[in-house]
């Protein structure tokens, strides 16, 4: 490559490289990969390609999680106001959702008012205040990976470690992190479908972030089945809700203590990791996990009044939607629930208008998919195995497809965490 980083990532920022110098720069990569120190070196110029968040030396314990994204994935939501009430600082800087993943910027929008367009002179006003926000990226904010994302996806570049890494730690880094947890998934319902592979990725983010001195760990997880029950935007919201009342489903809650436990055994905030995912599990079961969320939706505009804790679920859905037709799926044997597939659900709930396929498609917030079981369930003849939240679908197909995406059989599953290996 005739440049040095420095001048290429200039020349993407500035506009002084052409399109096409660009594109044959990331076929190089695609192609032979780039080294570790390679890697760090293109990720620290792509992280001061534009503005970073300035912190005052008092202003520490700045942590974030990144997912790579999965079906029914609202972790962040109940994780970031837990980890505040623990007394870390969260500026989660996060993203929209695209195709089959949902993102939490769409979930925190179906809240009414709620902006996530904050500038960075609010999201650190705001912190400061309440000790979290959650927002989208500025413009200010590593504009090397603009222009580089958009050309890699025209040019079938994405799928490249060094890109890949590069892209989601420049951002993170951004943000002026002292620790760092990254939710990396794989199966069915992931965009890497082998453990090995999203090992891989793991091992190249963990060590790249902490190439830049952000203290950082990976966390593999399983998602062949979807997280919790609830799978769309507003669903999720109203499930997260229940999540930090101390009464959501059992993998979620798991999820959102071990992220957390790690992050604040990172920072020295407990005496090890069992006693941090204790902490936050408190917060969730104590109100203070709550009491923060209901903070920062007030903060960036929300109405907090569709997050009353005395209703349920679905009288909460009501509230933000009640135009909404739905129809619920029975069983139709007994036995036992040994699978779920994520795949078939999220592509159910792109096609009812919950996902998008281009970044600028809008969605619908208000549908989609509530499970009323999950794997290991024991289910009998008419039971219900979950609704559908819809505007105007086809009622008979939607209904079998999700009712083919249960499986029941006579054979009692074996329960597994989705929590297969920690990398640091």
């Excluded at 994780?79 to 800087?93: E, K, R, S, T």
């Excluded at 993203?95 to 960075?120: A, M, Q, V, W």
Aim: charged content about 25%; some cysteine.
């Amino acid at each position: 490559m005739a440049e040095s980083m420095e001048d290429f990532i200039d020349g993407v920022v500035d506009g002084n490289l052409t399109d096409d110098r660009i594109i044959q720069w990331l076929r190089e990569v695609y192609d032979n990969g780039m080294s570790k120190s390679e890697i760090i070196e293109l990720t620290n110029r792509m992280m001061k390609s534009g503005r970073t968040i300035e912190w005052g030396a008092e202003e520490r314990a700045l942590v974030d999680k990144h997912s790579t994204g999965g079906v029914g994935d609202k972790v962040s939501v109940p994780l970031a106001p837990a980890l505040a009430a623990c007394g870390m600082i969260v500026p989660m800087i996060s993203g929209r959702g695209l195709g089959h993943t949902g993102g939490t910027l769409d979930k925190l929008e179906s809240i009414p008012g709620f902006r996530t367009n904050l500038s960075i002179e609010e999201m650190q006003s705001q912190i400061r205040e309440i000790g979290l926000a959650m927002v989208g990226q500025t413009e200010e904010l590593v504009p090397a990976d603009k222009r580089l994302y958009s050309l890699r996806d025209v040019t079938g570049t994405i799928a490249s470690l060094p890109l890949i890494t590069s892209s989601i730690v420049s951002k993170k880094g951004a943000e002026g992190l002292s620790s760092l947890v990254l939710d990396v998934k794989f199966g069915r319902g992931a965009f890497m479908k082998e453990i090995g592979e999203a090992r891989e990725l793991a091992r190249s983010m963990v060590d790249t972030s902490n190439g830049l001195g952000i203290s950082t760990v990976a966390v593999l997880t399983t998602m062949d089945c979807p997280i919790g029950h609830s799978i769309g935007n507003s669903v999720e919201i109203l499930e997260s809700v229940e999540t930090m009342c101390g009464r959501g489903p059992a993998d979620l809650e798991e999820l959102v203590c071990v992220l957390g436990g790690l992050l604040l055994e990172s920072e020295g905030a407990c005496n090890d990791f069992m006693d941090g995912a204790t902490m936050i599990q408190d917060s969730l079961y104590d109100g203070s996990a709550f009491e923060k969320f209901k903070q920062m939706v007030t903060a960036q505009g929300g109405d907090p009044s569709i997050l009353e804790t005395d209703i349920s679920l679905m009288e909460g859905l009501g509230l933000l939607d009640s135009e909404l037709g739905s129809i619920t799926v029975q069983c139709r044997k007994d036995g036992w629930i040994t699978d779920i597939d994520a795949m078939k659900i999220a592509e159910i709930c792109l096609e009812i208008g919950a996902g998008r396929l281009t970044k600028d498609e809008g969605i619908d917030r208000s549908v989609g998919v509530v499970l009323d079981v999950q794997v290991g369930d024991y289910v009998e003849h008419g039971d219900d195995l979950g609704t559908i939240y819809h505007r105007g679908a086809e009622e008979s197909e939607i209904s079998e497809r999700l009712l083919s995406s249960i499986s029941v059989t006579d054979s009692k599953p074996q329960l597994v965490s989705r929590i297969v290996e920690v990398i640091k």
